[in-house]
């Protein structure tokens, strides 16, 4: 059964692009949490989805961010017109649906975003 | 929302010796108390948690202590060794959301 699956693990963009990270969770899992680790910093609460549904979005910037996780596929997190703070590392972490409340979540491998 | 902190920052060991971190939290309705450990470039892993039902809890050399009153808990190393040396996070919540603290870079020196 593999973990949970991010990608790409690094990925550069200029000011003004977007970027778009890529999250699989475990096997029978459909509660997806992404978090934002800004440098020397602890992970910060970003969104909480199920599928088609997103539960909680209050940890995320209200302009430039948006994430979705769709019937089909991966959870997306996309990061329009990006700007050198958004330069971070990006994790994602999975729960089956029984267990979304206090559980040791896993998180993925991360994305570490540039901005140059 | 929650509010996490963690002491001290770094903390420098001889390896063999014991190293304690502690936490503190904002929200007296946390109710789990998990702890990673982050190396270099790499994802924070879970290595041991607690309830708030549970006041301590040990996994080998590892082991974690939490007083509900006083909102505190921590973490305690015992017999390090160098391959514990890392950022250790510590984290709350009640639901869902997980609230961390701001990390301990922990030395473990041979």
């Known amino acids: 059964n593999a973990g949970v699956m991010q990608n790409p693990r690094h990925l550069v963009r200029r000011r003004g692009q977007e970027a778009r990270l890529r999250c699989s969770p475990m096997?029978?899992?459909?509660?997806v949490y992404w978090y934002r680790q800004l440098p020397e910093e602890g992970l910060k609460f970003m969104v909480y989805?199920?599928?088609?549904?997103?539960?909680?979005e209050s940890g995320m910037p209200k302009e430039r961010f948006s994430a979705e996780f769709p019937k089909e596929g991966p959870s997306i997190l996309r990061i329009q017109q990006v700007v050198r703070g958004d330069s971070a590392a990006y994790f994602c972490?999975?729960?089956?649906?029984?267990?979304?409340?206090?559980?040791?979540?896993?998180f993925g491998s991360g994305t570490r975003l540039t901005v140059v | 929302g929650e509010n996490v902190e963690q002491h001290p920052s770094t903390l420098s060991v001889q390896e063999g010796d014991s190293a304690v971190i502690k936490c503190t939290y904002s929200?007296?309705?946390?109710?789990?108390f998990p702890w990673y450990k982050q190396e270099l470039g790499k994802r924070p892993q879970l290595i041991i948690d607690?309830?708030?039902?549970?006041g301590e809890k040990k996994d080998q050399r590892i082991a974690v202590t939490l007083n509900k009153t006083a909102k505190h808990f921590s973490l305690h190393i015992t017999e390090t060794q160098p391959e514990d040396s890392a950022v250790y996070f510590c984290?709350?919540?009640?639901?869902?959301?997980?609230?961390f603290g701001k990390g301990n870079q922990v030395v473990v020196i041979p």
């Open positions: 972490a999975s729960s089956p649906p029984q267990a979304s409340n206090n559980y040791g979540y896993t």
């Open positions: 096997k029978g899992h459909s509660h």
């Open positions: 989805l199920q599928k088609e549904n997103i539960i909680d």
């Open positions: 929200d007296s309705a946390s109710n789990y």
């Open positions: 607690i309830r708030s039902n549970v």
């Open positions: 984290a709350a919540s009640r639901k869902y959301r997980l609230a």
